[in-house]
């Protein structure tokens, strides 16, 4: 079995990427997670990758993001950020991403799902054989099984509006991924936000936001006595733009 | 005379706080200005300045940021930016900022106006000289004269409407200064936005924007054979919070 290429950053996070708690703001977590599988593939693959691509309306995707989080690096931290490919299979590739404070320990783990979506058919393509080798991640037939995201109950649902803003849209011409986890996070309430970190979650993309349009976020806290969760739906023009559940614990 | 005791930092500027066209956005600018400078107070300052606050409802405010851009950090280029505390006088010290290329080019250029401000009864101090002892910055009783921002004419100016996110806010429990940048730039049409970039500007803060406020931004494009200006003003409740000017050139 081949063994994936590992490749890492090591960044110092600056105070303004930060909350107001002093830790890293989770949609500058997403940042950086794209900036360094952005860096692998430049590194490994992007002439193969461009000359593929060129002539077809092909484009990688990101449908998915899993998030396990023991802690979020703080304000001034020195961390490592690691990603390699994890595997792929017929429609899906698997990207691991690791933050690794000065100690060594894991802090963060996630998974993240790409995919290769035709623009023209609006429907993924298989992944060619050719594009993924570079990373030497093993296929596999398996599809990995992740609880979904739940959704929100609208009547009882938290709810703000936003419109897309200019440097909210990457070079896709889309909403960056990182935009939608600051209008969910921005849609629960404050004292929520000061007194809870996010301790796992799952987020979904489901369709791609434009410039200049509106959005509507939906957030809902759902506590027992033994977890406390939220729920997330971002909708755009009556259709479901990405949905999101995450688990949280107090802050000490 | 003494001789201002100078401060550096280089940082690797990531994708995520670039504009479309891969240049650092302004707000981002100002997030890179407002930490050289904390980090120097840390420094040589931090002490004696959490001392003599400590029991006064003293705080340190920006008023002011003038801006001369020969061109932005580009996505992934290595910069240095330098400060010093440039001189003082009854009420404001100025600082300077400045951004160097790899080849030691000066490519932008600042001038931060600060101010200490009595919190309780809304109004400047007179700068304590033990404050800004260890900055080492001549003091000058000459007022620094500087062209203030054109006001708006809000009959044809295109205007935008923001609230306030969770994240905007920071440790004094406002608006982050950088905000207020996005606000002005993203009023803008795009298209105006993806054909320029600012050259010089100046941005005077008016009046703090604080927690779940609504604002509304204005901005107007004003053109003639030699120039091209935009004019801009944030409103906060009936009050200007910030009004900013900036002169901008065809990009290449």
Chains 1, 2 share one sequence.
Not at 60 to 87: G, H, M, S
Not at 141 to 160: E, F, G, N, Y
Request: charged content about 25%; overall charge neutral.
């Amino acid at each position: 079995m081949s063994e994936s290429i590992r490749y890492c950053e090591t960044h110092t996070i600056p105070y303004f990427l930060c909350d107001r708690q002093q830790t890293l703001q989770l949609s500058m977590l997403v940042n950086y997670m794209i900036k360094v599988s952005s860096e692998q593939t430049a590194q490994i693959a992007k002439p193969l990758q461009d000359d593929y691509f060129k002539d077809q309306p092909y484009s990688w995707i990101i449908l998915q993001y899993e998030f396990e989080i023991e802690r979020l690096p703080r304000r001034n931290e020195t961390v490592t950020f690691e990603t390699y490919a994890q595997e792929y299979n017929r429609l899906f590739c698997y990207r691991t991403f690791h933050v690794y404070d000065e100690e060594g320990n894991c802090i963060v783990n996630t998974v993240a799902t790409f995919g290769i979506m035709d623009l023209k058919k609006r429907k993924l393509i298989r992944v060619p054989k050719a594009i993924v080798e570079p990373y030497k991640a093993p296929f596999s037939s398996r599809i990995r099984r992740v609880v979904p995201p739940q959704d929100v109950t609208l009547s009882q649902a938290l709810k703000k509006q936003y419109s897309v803003r200019y440097f909210d849209i990457d070079q896709n011409q889309h909403v960056n991924n990182s935009v939608y986890l600051t209008w969910m996070m921005d849609t629960l309430p404050s004292e929520f936000l000061v007194a809870h970190q996010v301790k796992s979650g799952v987020i979904k993309f489901e369709k791609e936001v434009s410039e200049s349009s509106q959005v509507i976020s939906y957030g809902q806290v759902v506590s027992d006595s033994e977890q406390m969760n939220t729920y997330h739906r971002v909708m755009c023009q009556e259709a479901i733009s990405a949905r999101a559940t995450f688990t949280w614990q107090k802050r000490y």
